[in-house]
């Protein structure tokens, strides 16, 4: 036999020895074979879409696809700001609309390949996981002829009997937590089974991952509530400040609960390059389930959890507490006002609205609003500033301009509270035909003019917190999915499959010759290792046999006499 032919007697032993260490699905290929009919080329399609290549593709291109919808504002989460997006971009826009930027998630393109992805994973791990089960049931397979062609291979000579050397090979490689059993002349063993095991259940958790997202969409709700301090929210439809659902999501499956902000905690760094950052920032309420009042503390991060609900505390601000009196002395409006913040420091703006009850100084109805500006901490007069200082209530200062007339409430279109509607509204001037604004202190009163009544400031600003109250029934699911791919993707990383066979046959001369190898999925410096580890052990049971020393003959005392000497 040439050299040629022992190389590809080597290769062709190696390659059924490790036949079966894969699940991978085989790819078949028929060079010039019959053409495809439309049966085939819907298995072709098949296999391209089952197979671990394009899952990969499908998964890179999820991700991918999800990039606008993290940068691009998102209509499901807020439309105001995909209003105020579209209004400062009028040449993206027509182009975002048609892609379906604005909607990603709910976008034809990315349910495609959603669904694609969904059916790919289910397609390429349904038969790997058959596979695998036939392989657990099935016993690792019979010794290659050649052992010394394997890429890890020991020898040695023992005086042990073949059937005690196999007794022993079979009780250490079962002792190692190999499946082993004896298969003609020779002892065959598998062990790391679980690598493919973590690759399946990497696969699973993907699938898992995917049909929480799609769970989580369906029947999921969000809402947001802003409290002003002592007064309270009722987990219903109603109450919501805004509110959005899943398709599936009913609002009678809205969690029974109640709650009332008690008072709000915030307490800010002082000094430094860190001035202004918050150290405390707490939200102490008193919540109702079924009756039974209990108290808790809402912190960042730390939601109040109801049910299957939480509830997040997600903003801060001053709501000043105002007091609008009529001519006649007769209050109007008496209540706290929150205001928006627009900085770190919690510079603020809004407006008071006086709807009903008010009539001018001739006994018409009337309608009053006010436009504010808010400053916890005011830098002082002459100072060239009106913005907050720093976000603690230390310096407070309100600034109002007043109008009068029709706040338009009434007219059938969505209104903003924190805005007012002056297309209908007349500001106030004094006598001199100057517009009416003027800068207040608590405890301070602004006069309007021609007896309208006035306005104050008191001493009582309280804080208001604002809440989102959500619902999301996969987000159990998908952290246990996350849970099973990373374990499953370490077992599939770290955890190597491999082959061990120990062969011992009788020798020529008498002695037993033992023979290891081992085959692994992937080159690794860890199988030799272990096979020298396992030749190791062995040699306990099986020592090596000395070496034989070749006999030699005696040497006469004298150098027998020559021939011719002999005869004389």
């Not at 699911?477 to 066979?501: D, K």
Request: proline share 6%.
């Amino acid at each position: 036999m040439s050299k040629t032919d022992t190389s590809e007697t080597g290769r062709a032993a190696e390659e059924a020895a490790g036949a079966q260490l894969s699940t991978a699905p085989q790819e078949e290929t028929a060079v010039g074979g019959p053409t495809l009919g439309v049966v085939g080329w819907i298995r072709w399609f098949w296999r391209q879409l089952t197979s671990m290549r394009v899952a990969l593709i499908l998964l890179f291109l999820l991700s991918l696809g999800a990039v606008p919808g993290s940068l691009i504002p998102q209509t499901s989460a807020d439309e105001l700001k995909v209003q105020a997006f579209k209004d400062a971009h009028k040449t993206l826009t027509p182009l975002y609309e048609k892609l379906q930027f604005f909607d990603v998630y709910s976008s034809v393109w990315f349910s495609a390949i959603y669904i694609l992805l969904f059916v790919s994973l289910i397609g390429c791990i349904v038969p790997r996981s058959w596979q695998f089960v036939g392989q657990l049931r099935s016993r690792p397979p019979g010794a290659p002829r050649r052992l010394d062609r394997l890429p890890a291979y020991t020898t040695w000579r023992t005086e042990a009997e073949p059937e005690q050397v196999h007794e022993a090979a079979l009780t250490l490689l079962k002792g190692r937590r190999f499946r082993a059993h004896t298969a003609g002349n020779a002892v065959a063993a598998e062990k790391g089974y679980l690598r493919e095991a973590g690759n399946l259940a990497f696969h699973v958790a993907l699938i898992v991952m995917l049909v929480a997202f799609a769970w989580g969409q369906l029947f999921k709700s969000e809402g947001g509530k802003l409290i002003v301090e002592g007064d309270g929210f009722s987990n219903t439809l109603t109450q919501y400040d805004d509110f959005k659902s899943g398709s599936q999501f009913g609002t009678d499956e809205l969690e029974p609960f109640s709650f009332k902000l008690e008072s709000f905690n915030g307490t800010y760094e002082k000094n430094g390059p860190q001035r202004g950052t918050p150290r405390t920032f707490e939200a102490a309420v008193t919540y109702s389930q079924g009756g039974a009042d209990k108290k808790a503390v809402i912190r960042v991060n730390e939601p109040l959890k109801v049910g299957g609900s939480k509830v997040y505390l997600i903003a801060h601000g001053y709501a000043p507490v105002v007091t609008v009196k009529d001519g006649r002395g007769r209050t109007v409006f008496h209540g706290a006002v929150p205001l928006l913040p627009i900085d770190n420091n919690i510079t603020s703006t809004g407006a008071i609205k006086v709807m009903d009850g008010y009539r001018d100084k001739n006994g018409k109805k009337e309608q009053l609003g006010f436009q504010a500006f808010f400053v916890p901490t005011f830098a002082g007069a002459g100072k060239g500033t009106m913005f907050s200082q720093f976000p603690a209530l230390d310096f407070p200062v309100m600034a109002l301009t007043g109008f009068h007339g029709d706040l338009r409430v009434n007219s059938g279109l969505p209104q903003n509270v924190y805005q007012l509607d002056k297309s209908k509204m007349t500001q106030f001037t004094d006598a001199s035909g100057n517009k009416l604004a003027q800068r207040m202190l608590p405890g301070e009163t602004m006069t309007l003019p021609d007896g309208a009544g006035s306005i104050t400031f008191e001493k009582d600003v309280k804080e208001w917190a604002s809440f989102q109250i959500s619902q999301q029934p996969g987000n159990g699911l998908a952290l246990a999915g996350a849970i099973a791919a990373i374990a499953g993707l370490t077992g599939s990383l770290f955890i190597q499959r491999r082959r061990v066979w120990v062969r011992a046959v009788r020798g020529e001369d008498g002695a037993t010759v033992v023979e290891m190898a081992g085959l692994g999925r992937s080159e690794s410096a860890k199988l030799p290792e272990e096979l020298g580890d396992l030749a190791v052990a062995l040699t306990v049971q099986a020592p090596p046999a000395a070496e034989a020393v070749p006999e030699t003959a005696e040497e006469p005392a004298e150098d027998p006499a020559p021939s011719g000497e002999a005869d004389k």
